[in-house]
């Protein structure tokens, strides 16, 4: 089984973030077929990504603006056995697909996914607790990865 892996972004605020996320993603230590970086209606965005990124499928996006539409670009574009996405403003866990593509390999697992944990610039908040973790895009709890199996489902 090889993987995807689709990292969708819209604009040149994120910069650092999306070089963050691709390097997170070529450093992986089960290495993806294809990185496809999906550019969201942003020719400025597009060019820079080409040049920062000669090895990478860079595509724009020619679906409806937004993140769905982005996606649907990048799995049309996608070889892989099955797609794994990555958010442009995430670093990816080196063995993130270590651990996902194995699950693959049963018939009856029709999706995987893992948790998201902040990366705070400083000392997180001491009232921030875990269970409002959700409100910055990530989820409480320890990081794990999790399969979805199929059973049932025609």
């Known amino acids: 089984m090889v993987c995807s892996v689709i990292i969708c972004a819209h604009t040149m605020n994120r910069w650092p973030h ?19 970086l999906v550019i969201d209606h942003n ?8 040049k920062e990124f000669p090895d990478l499928k860079v ?13 649907n670009a990048g799995v049309a574009a996608a070889t892989g056995d099955f797609v794994a996405f990555v958010d442009d403003d995430m670093v990816a866990d080196p063995d993130l697909l270590k651990v996902m ?3 693959f390999d049963d018939p009856s697992v029709a999706g ?8 705070w610039l400083g000392t997180p ?6 269970e409002f973790l959700w409100v910055v895009g ?17």
């Not at 908040?125 to 875990?130: I, L, M, N, T």
């Not at 990530?138 to 489902?153: H, I, L, Q, R, W």
Request: glycine share 8%; net charge negative; charged share 25%.
């Open 112 to 119: 995987v996914g893992a948790t998201a944990s902040p990366l």
């Open 138 to 154: 990530c989820t409480s709890g320890a990081s794990k990865v999790e399969s979805f199996e199929t059973s049932g489902v025609q």
């Open 59 to 71: 595509i724009e996006s020619g679906e409806a603006r937004g993140s769905s539409g982005a996606r």
């Open 43 to 50: 020719r400025e965005l597009f060019d820079a990504c080409r």
């Open 18 to 36: 999306i070089c963050e996320a691709v390097r997170s993603v070529q450093a992986q230590n089960a290495a993806a077929k294809e990185i496809i």
């Open 125 to 130: 908040p001491r009232w921030f607790p875990d």
């Open 101 to 103: 593509i194995p699950l």
